[in-house]
C-alpha cells in the first residue's frame, strides 16, 4: 500500500469516526419509543447481570415523570433504570429499526 493510499484510507476512517461520533447519544437523551444499540456501558455488575452490553439492541418503553426512572427493553426483558445510570449508557440510533 503506498503512502498516499494509506492517507486516503485514514482520512477516510476518520471521516467515518467523526459520523459515529455525532450519532451517539446518552440513554436518558432517548424518548419513548426510541431504539438504538449500546455503544458504551459503564462498569457496573448489575448493568451486565441484567444483559446490558456493548452491542445489544436497546428501546426506551417508558420515561417515568418527575425524574422517575427510565423503562427499557433490552434482550426481550424489561429493566427500570434510574436516570443517573441511563446518563452514563451511551447508545448509538437505530434508523428504521
Known sequence: MSVRQKQVFFDAYSNNLEEVKDDVLKLNQLSSGSKGYVVEVPENNLLAALGVREGKTIKV???QPLGGP???????????IG???????????????
Do not use: P
Not at 427510565?70 to 427500570?80: H, K, P, Q
Not at 436516570?83 to 429499526?97: D, H, T
Open 61 to 63: 418503553e417508558n420515561i
Open 70 to 80: 427510565m423503562v427499557i427493553e433490552i434482550n426481550s426483558r424489561s429493566l427500570a
Open 83 to 97: 436516570r443517573e445510570v441511563a446518563e452514563q449508557i451511551k447508545v448509538g440510533s437505530l434508523e428504521n429499526a
